[in-house]
T-cell receptor, first 112, second 114 residues
Framework: KAGVTQTPRYLIKTRGQQVTLSCSPI?????VSWYQQTPGQGLQFLFE???????NKGNFPGRFSGRQFSNSRSEMNVSTLELGDSALYLC???????????FGSGTRLTVV | EDQVTQSPEALRLQEGESSSLNCSYT??????LFWYRQDPGKGPEFLFT???AGEEKEKERLKATLTKKESFLHITAPKPEDSATYLC???????????????FGKGTHLIIQP
């Protein structure tokens, strides 16, 4: 059974640009969550989607947004990138909202 | 403010030397407490979910326990391959029955020396 797939694995962007990250959940999983991991702040919750609807949102500015498609695949977008957005962005999927979460390997974003 | 604190930040053990990692939390309305293991360059790997005080779960050399204020991850006779960062996370429950995203601690970096 394939795990959670995140693309791309690595990304380098310039300050002010925008970026879109992709996540394909485990087959049959309808909930997708996004997390940001940095050395200073650790893992922080961004948002969770279920059946194309955002169910929960963490404490991040509006520059961070996401969406989920009918096949449960999800994308996360960050606009007007700042140096502080450099982080490992992790996607996690689960069979339903608030159930066991399986994480992908993440997308390493570097903003220069 | 809800918090999750893990201790120690780092721990170095000899192979076979048992120990415990601590996760203390201050949240109202705990829905579940999660333990994950993370290896360098990889996403967290799910280990356990605990839902109520007194609950215990085991997997190979690991055993997780939960009280009303904290959780322990006991590692018995560890091997070098148990070296990793161990993360604890809590999930709060809303008054309406829903739940929030996971709130993670900073982790315990465990090194097992052969």
């Amino acid at each position: 059974k394939a795990g959670v797939t995140q693309t791309p694995r690595y990304l380098i962007k310039t300050r002010g640009q925008q970026v879109t990250l992709s996540c394909s959940p485990i087959s049959g999983h309808r909930s997708v969550s996004w997390y940001q991991q940095t050395p200073g702040q650790g893992l922080q919750f961004l948002f969770e989607y279920f059946s194309e609807t955002q169910r929960n949102k963490g404490n991040f500015p509006g520059r961070f947004s996401g969406r989920q498609f009918s096949n449960s695949r999800s994308e996360m977008n960050v606009s007007t990138l700042e140096l502080g957005d450099s982080a490992l962005y992790l996607c996690a999927s689960s069979q339903q909202v608030n159930y066991g979460y399986t994480f992908g390997s993440g997308t390493r974003l570097t903003v220069v | 403010e809800d918090q999750v604190t893990q201790s120690p930040e780092a721990l170095r053990l000899q192979e076979g030397e048992s120990s415990s990692l601590n996760c203390s939390y201050t949240v109202s309305g705990l829905r579940g407490l999660f333990w994950y293991r993370q290896d360098p360059g990889k996403g967290p790997e799910f280990l356990f979910t605990l839902y109520s005080a007194g609950e215990e779960k085991e997997k190979e050399r690991l055993k997780a326990t939960l009280t009303k204020k904290e959780s322990f991850l006991h590692i018995t006779a560890p091997k070098p391959e148990d070296s990793a960062t161990y993360l604890c996370a809590v999930q709060m429950m809303y008054s309406g029955g829903g739940a929030d995203g996971l709130t993670f601690g900073k982790g315990t970096h465990l090194i097992i020396q052969p």
